[in-house]
Nanobody, 117 residues
Framework: QVQLVESGGGLVQAGGSHRLSCSSA????????VAWFRQTPGNPRDLVAS???????NYADFVKGRFTISRDNAKNTVYLQMNSLKPEDTAVYYC???????????WGQGTQVTVSS
């Protein structure tokens, strides 16, 4: 059983910063890419950022320059540092990892981030 646990959600003022964490005890977490997605009511989950096991990162255009994804494999944790937050960043944020052979995705339960104007 692969479980991912997100933490750090909350209420933040526009222009502020916040950090989310995603942790897992599963061994695949250290050796596979991890991604953050976000979702608002009635909309699909959008990719926010991803990081490979070796630390190569990728960002959605709408967060480039504001968000930073990082990982600490010793702690089995991936972080999403969010700066210069905007009200439109309000969403439930989910982390996801994967396993190959066959491809299977694992999701966390999500954590709410609300940015007030």
């Amino acid at each position: 059983q692969v479980q991912l646990v997100e933490s750090g959600g909350g209420l933040v003022q526009a222009g502020g910063s916040h950090r989310l964490s995603c942790s897992s005890a599963a061994s695949i977490f250290r050796t596979n890419p991890v991604a953050w997605f976000r979702q608002t009511p009635g909309n699909p989950r959008d990719l926010v950022a991803s990081i490979t096991s070796s630390g190569v990162t990728n960002y959605a255009d709408f967060v480039k320059g504001r968000f930073t994804i990082s990982r600490d494999n010793a702690k089995n944790t991936v972080y999403l540092q969010m700066n210069s937050l905007k009200p439109e960043d309000t969403a439930v944020y989910y982390c996801r990892t994967q396993r190959l052979g066959p491809l299977r995705f694992y999701w966390g339960q999500g954590t709410q981030v609300t940015v007030s104007s």
